[in-house]
């Protein structure tokens, strides 16, 4: 269980948590639902989402632990699932941004987008926007999205996002990705300046989830490898939960944490110009503007 790190009470927050069926997000659902909060799983595969429901909810004795399903690679499935959660709740309080993963090849999308982008971005940068209103409507609330270290030394590559000039690099390009998480993070964190409503970033630190193991045996091997030096799940999940749930940072908005901790980003995450570029493509690409 999570250490004791002034968390408070979760009853009666609604919480929405994607990529809640591996890893740091099993955890981080996990342990807001142990805090009483009726939890949003989003997942996109019915059988293992709904087993983790049920693993949670026993785990937990927390009945209000539910799931939706969402490829949130796809803008139909991201904008199906928004729907369908404000259908089902009517408020949200916590929307945790944690789903993502890196591609070994370069792969597209069913809107024809580069998948690291598509899934690790725009998907979070969508679903956010989508359900702004209903976030604003129910302050205090919160935005936390799971960036990663790894964007240091990254760019937003403005003139070649989806990937189609030189070779493809699939560390470089998730690099970029997590780039964009923390400058979304920055962006948004100004628009809601004043709302009652936060948006924060961290970095989990190395975690021995099931990251990178969409990437065949050979990647496999590497991570099972890698893990020896990794944290676990539970440890890699505490930022995550501190910042949905901590009270100590109920008004702390526009910041990347690290162990619980304010930290700064790289250099280029604090271009405003870029920040603000990155949102405008963004929301060109997913038909926002
Ligand atoms: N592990 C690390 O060392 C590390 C370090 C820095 C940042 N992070 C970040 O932490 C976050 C969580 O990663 P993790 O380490 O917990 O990895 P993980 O165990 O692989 O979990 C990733 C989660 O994202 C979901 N997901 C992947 N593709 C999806 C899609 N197309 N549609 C919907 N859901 C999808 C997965 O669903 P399935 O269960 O169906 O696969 C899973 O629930 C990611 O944003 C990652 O970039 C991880």
């Known amino acids: 269980m999570q250490q004791d790190r002034g968390e408070m009470s979760m009853n009666g927050r609604i919480c929405l948590i994607t990529g809640a069926t591996s890893g740091i997000g099993l955890v981080t659902a996990r342990e807001l639902a142990a805090r009483g909060a009726t939890v949003a799983m989003v997942g996109r595969n019915e059988t293992k989402t709904r087993a983790a429901v049920e693993a949670i909810r026993q785990q937990t004795g927390n009945a209000e632990v539910d799931y939706l399903l969402a490829d949130l690679s796809s803008q139909a499935a991201v904008r199906g699932v928004a729907d369908a959660f404000q259908r089902r709740y009517g408020a949200l309080h916590v929307l945790v941004n944690n789903a993502g993963a890196v591609f070994m090849r370069r792969q597209q999308t069913a809107d024809g987008l580069e998948m690291t982008f ?164 963004s929301e060109q690409l997913t038909g926002l503007a």
């Open 118 to 281: 598509a899934l690790n971005h725009l998907a979070p940068f969508l679903l956010t926007n989508l359900l702004l209103d209903t976030l604003r409507a129910n302050t205090p609330a919160r935005v936390v999205t799971v960036g990663s270290v790894a964007h240091n030394g990254a760019h937003i590559p403005f003139d070649d996002l989806q990937q189609t000039k030189g070779r493809y690099s699939a560390f470089g390009v998730y690099g970029q990705t997590k780039l964009a998480n923390i400058m979304f993070t920055y962006a948004l964190s100004r628009r809601l300046e004043g709302s009652g409503v936060t948006a924060n970033t961290l970095h989990p630190g190395f975690v021995g989830s099931n990251f990178a193991r969409n990437n065949g045996p050979v990647m496999n091997v590497a991570m099972s490898l890698a893990r020896s030096f990794a944290i676990n799940v539970e440890k890699g999940a505490e930022t995550s939960i501190y910042l949905a749930s901590s009270p100590e940072v109920a008004t702390v908005s526009g910041q990347y944490f690290y162990q619980c901790k304010p930290k700064r980003s790289s250099q280029a995450s604090y271009d405003v110009a870029a920040q603000e570029r990155l949102w405008q493509v």
